[in-house]
């Protein structure tokens, strides 16, 4: 398998284990009573070896408008007083994840995939949504309940050890508290549908776009470069029905005056082509 990016030296690595091992294991035997503070630092820790193992897309404009129709989606949650942040990752397998404390991954394949803001939008009000329902708060407590919480230390380790070989494999897949049950996937849905919704943007979006994905998978199989998705946001087919029922009870009239797309949408698509393709992911994708 092919990593997507040179390891960090052994050294770094060495030093960045210590450090994510200490401020885990330290918020893991506190789960209980995780702080906004705590699960602020916990995601600004992941945050820093995320950025420093993965490919980042660093383009100002494209970052840009993620981060504004982002943050105009964030800003109107009950966690608007976070500092919000969202980073695109330079690969085209389709992907997103959140991280605590308000830490929002995107992959360009997701960027790539979408035609319309809204389908973006879609994706930006799940990953959101689980920052604000404090969906990685509450995987910590429950390991705790189950004195596994070393297990997701060492989980993490794990994740540092292999620095980009393990972590490239599913491009965030792996990462430990980026990972939910169907039950926090379907929560995701429904809220983010709603933190779409109070943006001023059309939830259809939300639809097509996964719609979309199925396809590709019937399509190309679960080695394709949606793979991930499937893995990371499980139940994907029963969550299509579920949100084309939230669409059905809100009805043509409720959505009149949402936006569904913009310019600064089709600005950020043609800048997106005009960058050279990601770097390729690895042969195989591994869980
Ligand atoms: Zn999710």
Not at 23 to 35: E, F, K, N, P, R
Not at 118 to 129: P, R, S, Y
Not at 255 to 274: C, I, N, P, T, W
Request: aromatic letters at 4%; glycine letters at 8%; charged letters at 20%.
């Amino acid at each position: 398998m092919r990593p997507l990016v040179p390891s960090l030296s052994r050294r770094a690595a060495r030093a960045t284990i210590v450090t994510a091992t200490l401020v885990t294991a330290t918020l893991v035997a506190t789960a209980c009573t995780v702080s906004r503070d705590e699960e602020v630092a916990l995601g600004a820790d992941e945050a820093k070896q995320v950025e420093a193992q993965l490919p980042l897309l660093g383009d100002p404009d494209v970052e840009r408008y993620v981060s504004s129709l982002g943050r105009a989606i964030a800003e109107r949650t009950s966690r608007a007083d976070l500092d919000w942040h969202f980073r695109v990752v330079n690969t085209d397998v389709v992907n997103a994840f959140a991280l605590p404390g308000g830490y929002i991954f995107v992959n360009r394949g997701v960027l790539e995939r979408a035609d319309r803001m809204d389908e973006l939008a879609g994706v930006l009000g799940h990953e959101i949504a689980h920052v604000v329902l404090r969906h990685s708060v509450q995987q910590m407590q429950k390991a705790q309940k189950t004195n596994v919480g070393i297990t997701l230390v060492c989980t993490l380790t794990h994740i540092c050890n292999n620095a980009a070989a393990q972590v490239a494999i599913n491009v965030g897949g792996s990462l430990a508290f980026a990972k939910f049950g169907r039950r926090a996937e379907a929560q995701a849905d429904s809220a983010g549908f709603a933190n779409v919704v109070r943006a001023g943007i059309d939830p259809s979006g939300m639809q097509s776009f996964f719609e979309k994905l199925l396809d590709e998978e019937a399509k190309h199989g679960p080695q394709s470069r949606v793979g991930a998705w499937f893995q990371d946001h499980p139940g994907t087919r029963d969550r299509v029905d579920a949100i084309g029922a939230m669409l059905a009870a809100q009805g043509a009239q409720g959505r009149q005056g949402l936006v569904a797309d913009d310019e600064g949408f089709r600005v950020m698509k043609r800048r997106l082509q005009e960058l050279p393709p990601p770097p390729s992911p690895p042969d195989t994708v591994v869980q």
